[in-house]
């Protein structure tokens, strides 16, 4: 193999990896931006999910003292009256 062919060899192996570099490159940021979507989209469900929990406990709450403070069975009038 001559010199002018194995310089010849080299390039087209070194354009190959430059190549596969490239490709690799692009779809670490592809990735890098689709990890980064996500991220954001996590942290607003995760803020929905805690207004969720705390309307929910409040409801609880209004549930709780609504029951304790209406009148029960032994507290209204018969109809009678």
């Known amino acids: 193999m001559g010199a002018e062919q194995a ?10 990896l430059e190549s596969r570099l490239a490709y690799q490159e692009h779809w670490l940021d592809t990735l890098d931006e689709a990890v980064a979507t996500q991220e954001r989209r996590l942290a607003r469900l995760e803020r929905i999910n805690d207004l969720m929990q705390e309307k929910i406990r409040e409801q609880q709450r209004a549930l709780q003292e609504g029951e304790a403070t209406a009148p029960g069975p032994a507290d209204e009038v018969p109809p009678h009256y």
């Open 7 to 16: 310089s010849a060899d080299l390039a087209t192996r070194l354009e190959a």
